[in-house]
């Protein structure tokens, strides 16, 4: 498909917008999409799908191209092109083949914060290490030493209970 | 670091319009919308819903659920100018459902990208606020239904940018003196060098209508809700502080200030006003109610004419389909009767 701005180059950005009350779509080659300011998404992060994944596929065999995601049947190259991942079992099945893309959009590899309740034990406990230790460090530039020490002597019991608590 | 200061920066309503929480979910046992059947799509929308509905909680009586399926276009439309859904959620509308808050302070999107987005919406900056009540509303989903959730990755979810907390918080913020400047350029680079994103009005690939900007966080894994939140609001003060002083400059210039009483003069006589103009015009009299150069319009008026002049919901409102040109003048009707309605109960308290 043409781009509906220059009619010249391939479109590869699909815009949604509203306009005058109306959903509008326009397919918009790269070159365009910068210039009305629909920078695509990915690029914007300094990720680009297709030459990241593009050059991953290269090094890839047929074998690993055939691997397909047992829950839902996606190949990684359907993940590569679409930008969408097929469903929890994927990040599983093409964990090694994510990560360098998932490190390069977020700069990190493991997550802190909330945890569902299917969450592990050993992650619920690291989870709870890293809040008191957030807490800790607030405490000693508030000059709190009192609940500084207190908060330490929690981190250092938790860190007992955890097998991989001092990593 | 700055956190005394920042604090300082209490009422911030003169650049902030509203705060947005949303998380992102998904249900571990079904694949992601993108490969998810009509059937199944319908089987998840159903599974939610009862969720949601069925929770004995004081919040579950609130909600109603909308199939989106049944709505019209403009009743459809006016939910993204209202920014309770996305522009995406509804260009297909098959096999999604809505659950609104009654009053559409939360909403949750079924089968948009994810197969749940809770969001929370709140005047003003009110990032705490908005936070506690959308993961409320998480923890509340979680014992009944089992998300995707990976002990290293976090959330999973259907785009790679959204896994590890799923959480976006954003705040819509009035920016017309930086605009006017033309710095957003240069903020918007140093703003991804910080892990945010600053866009147009209604998100992704949006024009920003009325200097009218949205502030988000960027990365979602290795950084907490609290730390995301905590790095959101340092910036936002920033950009508060930066808007502030370019304002405090721009409103001695002769050309700004005639422009600002032109686009009130103009709000308040037009017959006719588009949906451009109109942004743009009340945009420019927003300024001068921040800076103090008139008191007779305040700002609640402002954000709430710049969802109702949108024209979906505008012909929601009225209840029918209109042709452009009879928009205009609803359009110009309403924007008049508001900004007039203001000033009535003041004058008669002076007599």
């Not at chain 1, 991953?56 to 055939?66: I, P, R």
């Not at chain 2, 949906?275 to 009299?285: F, I, P, T, V, W």
């Amino acid at each position: 498909m043409l781009c509906e701005s220059c009619e010249k180059r391939q479109a590869t950005t699909h815009i949604k917008t509203i306009m005058n009350g109306e959903l509008k779509e326009f397919n918009l080659c790269p070159e365009c999409a910068k210039k009305l300011g629909y920078g695509s998404f990915f690029n914007n992060l300094g990720f680009d799908f297709d030459k990241l994944f593009g050059s991953f596929m290269d090094g890839f065999t047929t074998e690993s191209n055939a691997k397909r995601c047992k829950q839902c049947g996606s190949s990684f190259e359907d993940i590569a092109k679409s930008g969408k991942v097929g469903c929890a079992n994927c990040y599983e099945t093409f964990y090694e083949e994510l990560m360098p893309s998932i490190q390069r959009i977020h700069g990190r590899t493991s997550h802190t914060g909330k945890l569902a309740h299917s969450a592990g034990t050993e992650v619920r406990l690291r989870n709870e290490i890293s809040k008191y230790k957030l807490q800790l460090e607030k405490a000693i530039k508030e000059q709190e030493f009192e609940k500084a020490a207190e908060l330490r002597d929690r981190i250092k019991e938790l860190e007992q209970n955890s097998v991989h608590g001092k990593e | 670091m700055t956190e005394k200061k920042n604090d300082s920066l209490k009422n911030v309503s003169d650049v902030v319009i509203s705060t947005r929480i949303r998380f992102a979910r998904n249900l571990r046992d079904y694949p992601f919308p993108c490969r998810l059947s009509n059937d199944k799509k319908v089987k998840v929308a159903a599974i939610v819903k009862d969720a949601v509905l069925e929770d004995h909680s004081a919040i579950s009586d609130r909600f109603r659920y909308i199939q989106m399926s049944e709505l019209t276009q403009e009743e459809a439309v006016s939910l993204v100018e209202r920014h309770l859904v996305s522009p995406e959620f509804i260009s297909d509308r098959q096999g999604r459902g809505l659950l609104l808050l009654d009053d559409e302070s939360v909403s949750i999107m079924i089968n948009e990208e994810d197969h749940i987005r809770i969001q929370v919406l709140k005047p003003d900056m009110e990032l705490d606020a908005a936070y506690d009540l959308a993961d409320k509303i998480d923890t509340l989903l979680d014992e009944q239904l089992n998300f995707a959730f990976n002990d290293k990755l976090g959330y999973l979810t259907q785009c790679p940018t959204n896994i590890g907390t799923g959480m976006r918080a954003s705040l819509m913020m009035h920016l017309p003196a930086l605009q006017e400047s033309g710095s957003m350029g240069r903020i918007a680079s140093s703003l991804s060098k910080l892990g945010l994103v600053i866009r147009g009005m209604y998100g992704e690939g949006t024009e920003p209508g009325g200097s009218i900007y949205q502030l988000s966080n960027q990365v979602t894994l290795g950084i907490s809700e609290q730390e995301a939140i905590n790095n959101l609001r340092d910036i936002a003060n920033q950009l508060i502080t930066q808007e502030r002083a370019a304002r405090a400059a721009i409103i001695k210039n002769i050309s700004i200030i005639d422009r600002v009483y032109r686009s009130y003069a103009i709000l308040h006589y037009a017959k006719l006003l588009s949906g451009d103009e109109c942004m743009r015009l009340l945009s420019n009299l927003r300024l001068g109610v921040e800076s103090g150069l008139f008191e007779d319009v305040d700002l609640e008026t402002i954000n709430s004419l710049f969802v109702e002049i949108q024209p979906a919901t505008l012909m929601k409102n009225i209840g029918k389909k209109l042709a452009p040109q009879e928009r205009d003048q609803i359009r110009a009707e309403l924007v008049r009767s508001a900004l007039l309605q203001k000033k009535i109960p003041a004058n008669r308290r002076l007599q």
